[in-house]
């Protein structure tokens, strides 16, 4: 149950903007910087979707995905709120289908993506710094 009033609900949601989560992608370079992952650059504006961290020469996209914003499956976080459920299993699906359509846009860019799921940042980063390391490992 929320502990605010819709209207004021709304209004904090709407405040909103995306400028990146500091808390997650922090995470996520601070596991980079642990285990010797280097080469990457922030939020370049010039690769489709503008991925959290990019290696370009590997053309590696590594996206953070929130599992509240981004629908995470198995994570408890992925619960909708009580209050518009419509409009917020509408904007979690649009969310995804975007996903998956700048997954689609680089990959025929021939861009490598990776999706690092929020929960895994703190349950797991060696599988984290892993998946990219062998991600740029292979030869594209």
């Known amino acids: 149950m929320d502990t605010v009033s819709r209207r004021r609900r709304s ?15 922090g995470a996520v370079r601070r596991i980079f910087l642990s285990n ?20 370009r020469s590997a053309r590696v ?4 995905d929130g599992c509240f914003w981004h629908g995470c499956s198995i994570c408890r976080r992925n619960i909708t709120p009580s209050a518009n ?5 509408a904007k979690i699906k649009k969310n995804q289908a975007r996903d998956r359509r700048i997954n689609a846009e680089l990959q025929k860019s021939r861009w490598r993506v990776v999706r690092i799921w929020e929960h895994d940042i703190a349950k797991a ?12 490992a292979e030869n594209p």
Do not use: C, Q
Request: proline share 5%; glycine share 8%; no cysteine.
């Open 11 to 25: 209004k904090i949601m709407a405040a909103v903007k995306s400028r990146g989560n500091v808390s997650t992608e």
């Open 36 to 55: 010797g992952i280097t080469g990457w650059r922030r939020h370049l504006n010039s690769i489709p979707g503008k991925p959290d961290f990019a290696f």
């Open 61 to 64: 996209a590594v996206f953070v």
């Open 85 to 89: 459920k419509t409009y917020w299993r």
């Open 125 to 136: 980063p060696a599988k984290v710094a892993r998946r990219v390391r062998n991600l740029l």
